[in-house]
């Protein structure tokens, strides 16, 4: 009786932390407008083109592989071609991502620490952004965490003397779907091969199953990464190798939501790699394979940063969640001292729950939530109220993707238009600059042209009459010089 009463008990403990988490990050997910790269993507995967003409659009401005915008195209094509509808295909990468990490915990100990890192999973505020973002990271945390479950399945399989060719199918699509995913993932990929070294030269234990699958995987991802390398369009020219500081919180304080969240979570991490150091140097526990990852999750992108160019950045790596969380829910749990253990989980969902109350994802339903992204509706209901019903750009990219961006940003404007029924049209600069209008709209996102914004076209005669500044956005009305 009173077993049953505990097992009720965690199913309302465990549902009733995923349903907040589900509900958080459902809740308003449309309250921003696009950010510019979302627009990219809501651009590159419009369902009235090619799949051709999108992976065209794709090469031409992206720098991240085509598999999401391509399932992104999938969605539009079966629910409509909608702003709206784009970001709860991140949603749903975000909460099955979750279902998959659990799992694994589940799969590695057989204790409540599962429940822990289910707490910790819902209600991280990093986790909660990118679930709200239409761009790939959602889906590389899901891929990585299917990759991650169905490796262990296999140690698994592999220790019980059992061949299971549906578990080496579903290996070999996770990690290849991964590694098209994002080439981060590459990182996982190098880990996973590192540990099954590591296991080899200290027991020489062999994973025949996961040998076959890395082959298979690596054959197919060859082809693809030599044509995605090929058709790469520039590089982030903005990256820069972190300093000094970096080397303070590993971008915990990110990751974490504040500095000082993020260095209890940095402390507490090591604090128990340390206490249970014993686990991975000697033993080499299935617990080594995340220490594996979060080792080469910083190493490699810092190197190649040192050696070659900066590539490393906070998204990039979002996958390296999956290791912190799991390595802190588990090892706290092995703490054999039970006030430190209990100290320990209750200042972590202390903090927790205590910074997730400062982020708008809680505080929009105390008091009206800010906007953090560009508020291309507020400059549209601006120039719907004015007598001028004409608008444009007053932006620079770089020449190689220049009429990518606007084409995007054209497209994306054109769909709120249609939403909201209003009569604006929009205005080549060119052609106002050799027409016989006299005034415009000028819209510009100072965050992606810099300095720009705070002067007009050099080679426009013109003057500001009317300035407003909304988030992320500077809309002008400028006039001719007679």
Request: charged content about 15%; some cysteine.
């Amino acid at each position: 009786m009173l077993n049953l009463k505990i097992n009720k008990l965690v199913f309302i403990i465990i549902f009733f932390i995923s349903f907040l988490g589900i509900f958080i990050r459902a809740y308003n997910i449309n309250y921003d407008n696009f950010w510019f790269d979302e627009i990219l993507s809501f651009w590159v995967a419009d369902p009235k083109i090619s799949i051709i003409e999108s992976w065209e659009r794709h090469t031409s401005i992206e720098q991240v592989p085509f598999l999401y915008n391509l399932l992104l195209k999938v969605l539009f094509e079966i629910f409509g071609y909608d702003v709206f509808i784009g970001r709860y295909l991140s949603l749903i990468f975000n909460i099955l991502s979750i279902f998959f990490i659990i799992k694994t915990s589940r799969l590695l100990k057989k204790n409540n620490s599962y429940i822990f890192s289910l707490f910790l999973l819902n209600f991280n505020v990093y986790l909660i952004i990118y679930s709200q973002e239409l761009r790939a990271y959602s889906l590389v945390l899901f891929l990585c965490s299917t990759v991650i479950y169905y490796f262990f399945k296999s140690i698994k399989c592999n220790q019980e003397k059992k061949f299971n060719l549906n578990l080496l199918l579903l290996n070999s699509a996770s990690q290849i779907l991964m590694i098209y995913s994002h080439p981060f993932t590459l990182i996982v990929y190098f880990s996973i091969i590192t540990f099954i070294a590591i296991k080899y030269y200290k027991f020489n234990e062999s994973f025949k199953e996961l040998n076959l699958s890395i082959i298979i995987s690596l054959i197919f991802s060859f082809f693809y990464l030599y044509f995605y390398i090929d058709d790469l369009t520039g590089y982030p020219s903005w990256l820069e190798q972190p300093g000094l500081k970096f080397y303070t919180n590993f971008y915990f304080s990110t990751f974490f939501g504040s500095r000082l969240v993020g260095l209890f979570y940095l402390i507490t991490l090591l604090f128990l790699l340390f206490n249970f150091k014993k686990m991975f140097f000697k033993n080499v526990e299935n617990l080594t394979f995340f220490l594996v990852l979060l080792f080469l999750s910083y190493f490699l992108p810092l190197a190649f940063g040192y050696l070659i160019k900066p590539i490393i950045f906070h998204r990039y790596i979002i996958f390296v969640l999956i290791p912190i969380i799991i390595l802190i829910s588990i090892l706290i749990f092995e703490i054999k001292n039970q006030k430190i253990k209990i100290a320990t989980i209750i200042i972590i969902s202390v903090l927790t729950i205590g910074n997730l109350y400062t982020e708008s994802t809680v505080q929009q339903f105390i008091k009206e939530r800010p906007y953090y992204k560009p508020e291309f509706n507020r400059s549209l209901d601006e120039i719907n109220k004015s007598n001028e019903k004409y608008y444009t750009f007053d932006m620079d990219f770089p020449p190689e993707t220049r009429a990518s961006a606007f084409y995007a940003l054209e497209n994306y404007i054109i769909a709120l238009i249609k939403i909201k029924k209003y009569n604006i049209s929009y205005f080549e600069m060119n052609e106002f600059e050799n027409s016989k209008k006299k005034t415009i709209w000028t819209i510009c996102l100072p965050i992606i042209t810099k300095d720009k914004c705070k002067n007009l076209n050099p080679n426009l005669n013109s003057k500001v009459i009317l300035s407003k500044n909304f988030s992320s956005i500077s809309l002008k009305l400028i006039e001719k010089n007679n």
